[in-house]
């Protein structure tokens, strides 16, 4: 099994830029397909961005543009680079890991392995 660790998070003004990391250890990250996803106060736990097994990387709409998803597998370590953060970016994000996607990889159903989560806060 993986386990996964999220740091990064923190307090950053609208327009600025965070970097989250997602550490994996007990396998090789490029054995999974990872994603992060986020959860807003008072909101559902929506898809950000994943990055395949294969090296394929699919963004929401929402951070198109804006957010990218890269790994290392020196560091084992799957990431999210955040720019042009918006107020609307505040949430809880965490990154989950699956083998083998049986649904969407959008959906947080088709992933097994999930981290703690951490916080991002945007202020307007």
């Known amino acids: 099994q993986v386990q996964l660790v999220e740091s990064g998070g923190g307090l950053e003004q609208t327009g600025g830029s965070l970097r989250l990391s997602c550490a994996a250890s007990g396998r090789t990250v490029s054995s999974y397909t990872v994603a992060w996803f986020r959860q807003g106060p008072g909101k559902e736990r929506e898809f950000v961005a994943v990055f395949t097994r294969f090296g394929g990387t699919y963004y929401a709409d929402s951070v198109k543009g804006r957010f990218t998803i890269s790994r290392d597998n020196a560091k084992n370590t799957v990431y999210l680079q955040m720019n042009s953060l918006k107020p609307e970016d505040t949430a809880v994000y965490s990154c989950?890991?699956?083998?083998?996607?049986?649904?969407?990889?959008?959906?947080?159903?088709?992933?097994?392995?999930w981290g703690q989560g951490t916080q991002v806060t945007v202020s307007s």
């Open positions: 989950a890991a699956a083998t083998a996607i049986s649904l969407s990889p959008y959906s947080s159903n088709s992933y097994t392995f």
